[in-house]
DNA sequence: GGGAAATGGTTGCATATGAAACCAACAGGG
DNA sequence: CCCTGTTGGTTTCATATGCAACCATTTCCC
């Protein structure tokens, strides 16, 4: 915990975590959109709702909303536009007829057997200044990071 | 390196850099947002004008620009407000009139002399769990990405 | 010097997005 | 069973933002 306490008016934006860690994530998203958009014509909300049907094969919108922390609005928006072009299928539920099902069809797994080799790839330039473990180190303080956000957001 | 190449299907988000390091990155910002927001009604890019020129007291737009990777615009209307609330100053460069120096008014160093320490203990609570070593070297990682992100974009 | 290209900055336009209102389906007391 | 409250999801509205066109000034080069 670095309390650099007395400090009373120098302040340099570039180390102060917030905004540096923003500004990468920010570059890397923008610069990783661009391969989605460009190439598949995908937007992020749309890219990572296909990622987790292809991780987790069948989902509601709100499990969605749930493992990305994305608006509900944004998902919706998403997943109807994936069923439009026909890479998701998308039924209400047998036991709840608020609910729709979502699942690839075969043309979106086609287009994710396509996309995923491709991220990885891109990832893995990203990170190849890195060591295995200065790599797991990075999840690692971010998970760190993030269970402190939730016991701060959480009171 | 973490190549880890063949794995043909199975793709966890959670696993995947670009999306945890967002995921991330975006809940701090709108944490951190709020505050600026509620408390002294500055949007993000208004907040990094005015750190920006507290740090170096006398910038042009493209300077900002530069500092921050914002968008030509984005800047613009950042200063117009700014300007409008008199937190800044703007005046026609003298060697160059296409310019404005900008600067911190009265008004808007006292504000500044008010949002820094509530952002740097807004910061230090949220590295609360990390030591004075991991905050480092978290840094560190993400030189080193960002390095790395220049160079594939400069190519 | 004078016209062409470059540069700092602003504005118009299209799009993405979050918040809130809304709608339909479900749950639970009375 | 209704009637109220809740919940999954959609839509509407206001705003933020990036891109591109634009304007004014400066610089380059002949």
Excluded: C
């Excluded at 570059?27 to 014509?41: F, G, P, V």
């Amino acid at each position: 915990m670095p309390t650099d306490d007395a400090a009373p008016t120098s302040f340099d934006l570039d180390h102060f975590l917030p905004y540096r860690l923003n500004s990468l994530a920010d570059r890397i998203s923008q610069a990783l959109a661009r391969l989605y958009e460009t190439r598949h014509d995908l937007s992020v909300a749309q890219w990572r709702v296909l990622a987790w049907l292809h991780h987790r094969e069948q989902l509601t919108a709100k499990q969605i909303r749930e493992a990305t922390r994305m608006d509900k609005a944004r998902v919706s928006r998403a997943v109807q536009a994936l069923e439009d072009r026909g890479l998701i299928r998308r039924r209400p539920s047998p036991e709840d007829q608020r609910r729709h099902e979502l699942r690839l069809t075969e043309a979106g797994l086609a287009l994710l057997e396509e996309l995923i080799p491709e991220a990885r790839a891109w990832e893995a330039e990203l990170v190849a200044p890195l060591s295995v473990d200065e790599y797991r180190q990075l999840f690692e303080l971010m998970a760190r990071l993030e269970g402190q956000l939730g016991r701060l957001e959480g009171e």
